[in-house]
């Protein structure tokens, strides 16, 4: 028999442009000080503490080799067991959930941090494309993004004024959400007037520079409620690579995503996502992808992303409510915004969201992405 | 008590100090083939990989997305996952964790590191903390000096017990069609009259900079009984790290390998690791630490390991062979490191090591994983399930 993982307590700090008088390690603390409070579980090694430690940070954000260091020394690893998932931070998660399934941990600690604000992501996600072909065209996550906006707007029509609506509904969102970066409200004038960043995507469409970290604690299911309350339990879990040759690929498809969904909805026993799902917190570092993966997700057809924002299907109070957080586009840092998606749905499924709670969410959806225009997806399927 | 695994293959590259001929995707499709060959499978019959290496020593952000059409992950679920020198035992403890969350049937983990793409030691300076111990930071060689210097003290040890575990190293490596240096040495002089880095520590007391790659496969216990005629059984794995501060006093830091060893010997019945442990494939970047770490690992008491090279018990052919492969100090490829002494005690388990074959029996293997202030990974591989 598989063993039941469950989510039981989640902290964040606020997300800000800048956090210049913290170290990357602070930041940490200030995320483990708050899991530790909440569970009043500590690293004690009889089996009552913290087992062990998923980190996730990166050498290049850092600017340090083995940037695990400090993060982790912060984060109970002294002589105990730490390992970082240097990616999107919903791979840290999914890491722990492993851990714990293998039945070699009880009780698992995650947590990721990024400074943005400390380097230009330029030059390091310039370091992601391949040497010979794909580095030397100065290409960086933006500007593939605007290469695959334009794509699938050729293919399947999208309007301004539909990626518009994605930015203003979660900029609306992120009204309600106390850790949220932006938490001004903008119009569809204002997004559609702002400068051109990477044609076609404008400033408003493109996610912040942004600073903080995001933690949780999972441990299994014995564990998990004694500890919890009300436990929320990861039912369904799916992850899939993509080319990396953006050449080799339709970018107007997301195949991989849509594997990475099948495989999580399988798990979950979730046959009509529209219908089975409650809430769903998507990577949207740009407005288009929100449309884009909603169609990955199997939420709508291929091509019927733009339809879905037009309905409103993905405001707070439509049917399937989208980033009620304000999403990635309202401020997260790169590798903590897919931490981030996990800790928000895991609010809202646990009754703890505050006044951007969607009533009676049972099943949420938790999706991260890392890479040149999708290029790894994960998901999660959590249940209350 | 956690489900049951099996390695069911692995593989490696040759290792050298430069493959021009090849970029790092190309180098780890090498180990990932000889993996797959190894284990009489296909790349279908994979359902996850998982890929790691030293993050910042070629400078490659993301790594894991420029190998995807390499190693074989197009469209299946995969991890990168880095700890800095013990990555590769990391990677192993990954491929563990994914199989035996039976949400994975087979997993490939691949690990690799070409530091000629990068500056190692740039790399390595930058481990320290900008703010307290940059100024202070020397890289490995530092490191290991003060190991011996620090060993000679307490033990009684002399610079020629570093050089004969050279010795026995070099003479392992000359079997191992994998391994890099291959000096055909034939005396202590001759390790003794190599270039000194910082004193006590030679040249040849030091591992070279090594490319190359590393991959294992590991199974659920049903898909291994099927799938394999020779499954190695994972047993346990266990990884330590600790706060990192090079001033705080502690010159040898030996806390975490000690512990790493203990909770694994005590979690698995091991009272006497010599006569319950068939050999070892430990992670020595240099010969002092073959000889400290070998304590730190219990296989003999304080202050004796140069004993147990003076009798040649950690000989190939001795009571408890320790790195028959050649080890660390003869190939270096730092991110496959750690998994390279995974795959090796497999080798030996399988009775597939060829010329490097140890003579005695191995039924159960003790291997580890060193890197960052002594974080260790340590990992034990039986012949038998039960």
């Not at chain 1, 046959?271 to 740009?286: F, G, H, K, Q, V």
């Not at chain 1, 749905?345 to 959806?365: D, H, Y």
Request: charged share 25%; net charge negative; aromatic share 8%.
């Amino acid at each position: 028999m598989n063993r039941k993982v469950g989510i039981v307590a989640v902290a964040q700090t606020e997300y800000e442009e800048a956090k210049p008088a913290w170290r990357e390690a602070e930041i940490t603390h200030q995320v483990v000080e708050k899991l530790s409070e909440e569970t009043g579980l500590n690293f004690a090694e009889d089996g009552t503490g913290i087992d062990a430690t998923v980190t996730c940070s990166s050498d290049h954000w850092d600017g340090r080799t083995l940037s695990d260091i400090p993060h982790g020394e912060v984060a109970g690893a002294h002589l105990r067991a730490e390992e970082k998932v240097s990616s999107d931070g919903i791979n840290a998660v999914i890491y722990a959930y492993l851990q714990i399934l293998s039945g070699h941990y009880d009780v698992v600690l995650v947590v990721a941090t990024c400074k943005e604000s400390q380097t230009v992501g330029h030059i390091i996600e310039n370091l992601a494309f391949d040497p010979v072909y794909q580095q030397k065209i100065d290409l960086d996550f933006l500007a593939a993004a605007a290469l695959q906006a334009n794509r699938y707007i050729h293919k399947y029509g999208i309007t301004p004024e539909q990626r518009a609506r994605v930015v203003v509904k979660n900029r609306g969102n992120a009204r309600n959400n106390p850790f949220a970066q932006l938490r001004a409200p903008v119009s569809m004038d204002e997004v559609l007037s702002s400068p051109m960043l990477a044609y076609p995507l404008r400033s408003l469409e493109a996610k912040p520079v942004s600073d903080g970290a995001c933690g949780l604690i999972l441990a299994s299911e014995e564990k998990a409620r004694k500890l919890a309350k009300k436990p929320v339990w990861i039912v369904g879990m799916g992850q899939c690579y993509e080319s990396h040759y953006l050449g080799d690929r339709d970018l107007a498809e997301c195949d991989a995503l849509s594997l990475a969904a099948k495989n999580a909805y399988r798990q979950a026993g979730i046959t009509d996502p529209m219908r089975d799902i409650n809430l769903a917190e998507i990577s949207e570092y740009c407005s288009y992808q929100e449309l884009f993966w909603s169609e990955g997700l199997g939420f709508c057809g291929k091509g019927e992303g733009g339809k879905l924002a037009d309905k409103g299907v993905t405001e707070s109070g439509g049917k399937l409510p989208v980033n009620p957080s304000g999403g990635i586009l309202s401020g997260n840092p790169t590798l903590v915004a897919g931490t981030a998606r996990v800790a928000e749905v895991a609010l809202q499924l646990m009754g703890k969201a505050s006044a951007r709670q969607i009533p009676k969410a049972k099943t949420g959806l938790a999706h991260g992405t890392y890479g040149p225009c999708g290029q790894h997806h994960a998901v999660l399927v959590l249940q209350a | 008590m956690a489900n049951r695994i099996a390695i069911i293959g692995v593989g490696q590259t040759y290792h050298t100090s430069k493959r021009p001929d090849v970029c790092i995707p190309e180098l780890c499709n090498e180990a990932i083939r000889a993996a797959l060959k190894d284990a009489e499978l296909t790349i279908k019959d994979i359902d996850a990989v998982v890929v790691g290496n030293m993050e910042l020593f070629e400078g490659r952000y993301h790594q894991d997305l420029w190998q995807v059409d390499y190693v074989g992950s197009y469209h299946k679920p995969g991890f990168r996952v880095t700890t800095g020198g013990t990555t590769g035992g990391t990677l192993a403890c990954t491929a563990f964790f994914c199989a035996a969350s039976r949400l994975f049937d087979v997993v490939m983990a691949v690990t690799f590191e070409k530091q000629s793409e990068g500056d190692s030691r740039a790399g390595l300076k930058t481990v320290a903390d900008p703010l307290w111990d940059r100024w202070i930071s020397t890289g490995a060689i530092g490191t290991f000096a003060r190991l011996g210097t620090w060993y000679m003290k307490e033990s009684g040890a002399t610079e020629e017990h570093a050089a004969l575990v050279r010795l026995k190293a070099d003479r392992n490596a000359c079997l191992n069609p994998h391994a890099h240096l291959k000096l055909h040495l034939n005396t202590v002089e001759d390790v003794l009259k190599s270039e000194m880095l910082v004193p006590p520590l030679k040249r040849l007391d030091m591992c070279p900079t090594s490319e190359g790659a590393c991959a294992i496969i590991v199974a659920s216990e049903k898909k291994a009984k099927k799938l394999s005629r020779k499954p190695v059984w994972v047993k346990d794995w266990i990884e330590v790290h600790n706060e990192t501060r090079y001033n705080r006093g502690d010159p040898v830091s030996l806390e975490n390998l000690e512990k790493a060893a203990l909770t694994i010997y005590k979690r698995n019945g091991i009272t006497n690791p010599r006569r319950d442990i068939s050999m070892a494939e430990i992670y020595e970047p240099s010969t002092w630490a073959e000889l400290v770490w070998s304590e730190a690992f219990h296989f003999c008491e304080k202050g004796e390991a140069y004993k147990l090279i003076e009798r040649g018990i950690t000989n190939r052919d001795g009571e408890f062979p320790v790195n028959p492969s050649g080890g660390v100090i003869a190939t270096n490829p730092i991110g496959a490191t750690g998994m390279i002494r995974v795959a090796e005690a497999a080798l030996q388990i399988r009775d597939d090591a060829g010329a490097h074959q140890v003579d005695r029996q191995v039924k159960k293997t003790f291997t580890t994983a060193w890197g960052g202030s002594s974080w260790t990974v340590a990992h034990l591989l039986s012949k038998t399930l039960n």
